[in-house]
């Protein structure tokens, strides 16, 4: 089974503070995701990599940066964390392939404070 | 641009009934066609993907179907159970950018 591990469950942050959102795939998938969930907005896409080193800026970067430093994990930083960061986080991964399914992590509810 | 749009936003009905979720979009140049469950303040599971050259997809109580003319696709739940009560979102992949494009989803509840 594919699995999509993200570091934290629940995480409460102070405003100002750097954050640091970790996820990591053991399906060798070249694609992985960031998204954020907020109720009426649906999901929405933060940043993505399809390879190592290599990022794309999707709909909402603003406030946030990438590294993928290792194929297996991909991670999320906020590098001031302000109270509308507040939100589930999604992280995803897929083969870079057009018939690829792409497979979830759990999800990490931040709360910034 | 993509359009993907997921009606009823909510639908209650008794255990046991089967049910269709629809999923409309207005642009067929699709690659895949995924659905997804999402459990209250949990990630998403994955259902069911359908490729562009298939018409339908099955496992288990489920089936995903996909017309691509008609731009619509529907999910299937035979005998409802209320383990299945979660939303449900349908999302497309486009391009090869690999991006999804999403539905806002639909609200399950299965009722006991």
């Known amino acids: 089974d594919v699995k999509v591990t993200q570091s934290s469950r629940y995480l409460v942050k102070r405003t100002g503070e750097k954050v640091f959102l970790e996820c990591v795939q053991d399906m060798d998938h070249e694609n992985m995701f960031w998204y954020r969930q907020d109720p009426g907005l649906g999901l929405r896409l933060i940043y993505f990599s399809y390879d190592v080193k290599m990022k794309e800026k999707g709909d909402i970067p603003e406030g946030y940066s990438v590294s993928r430093e290792k194929k297996e994990r991909f991670s999320l930083i906020l590098e001031s964390a302000s109270t509308n960061q507040t939100s589930m986080y999604l992280c995803a991964s897929s083969f870079r392939t057009v018939n690829s399914e792409a497979f979830f992590g759990q999800g990490t509810r931040l709360t910034v404070v | 641009k993509q359009e993907v749009t997921q009606i009823p936003a909510a639908l209650s009905v008794p255990e046991g009934e089967n049910l269709v979720l629809n999923c409309s979009f207005t642009?067929?140049?699709?690659?895949?066609l995924q659905w997804f469950r999402q459990d209250p303040g949990k990630g998403l599971t994955s259902l069911l993907l359908i490729q562009s050259s298939q018409r339908e997809q099955t496992s288990g109580r489920l089936n995903a179907s996909l017309d691509k003319s008609s731009g619509r696709s529907t999910l299937y739940i035979a005998a409802s159970q209320p383990g299945d009560s979660a939303t449900y979102l349908c999302a497309f992949l486009m391009d090869s950018n690999y991006q999804l494009i999403w539905g806002a989803g639909t609200k399950l509840i299965i009722k006991p």
């Open positions: 642009d067929s140049a699709i690659y895949n």
